[in-house]
């Protein structure tokens, strides 16, 4: 369950995501340290929101992944990273899980 999502402090470019996980398998847990500690900073903001997803919190993951995009227009933090293509796929996938279908081929 998403408990909060502080907005970046000044200088930096980041959210904060509080997440308080419920009657989670220990070994999920440590799966998710694994992918987590294998991920360049950008994969993770990926492998953040899938798990958002995942969680059924869209409405929270959307927020974070167009915010991510907008960040990515206006300052080129994502330009010609592989991540990119996650964060435009993930999102695609937000919108056909809560059936928008049109929503969901545009970012795609």
Partial sequence: MVEYILK????ENYHIIHLTACEIDKSLADNIRIKVANCSPSGRAVLLAR??????????????????????????????????A???????????????HGDALRAF
């Fill in 8 to 11: 970046p402090a000044q200088g």
């Fill in 86 to 100: 996650g964060v435009y796929s993930c999102l695609g996938l937000t919108y056909a899980r809560q059936g928008f």
């Fill in 51 to 84: 798990y958002l997803v995942e969680l059924g919190e869209y409405r929270a993951a959307r927020k974070y992944l167009v915010s991510l995009l907008s960040e990515a227009r206006e300052n080129g933090v994502l330009a010609n990273d592989i991540s990119l």
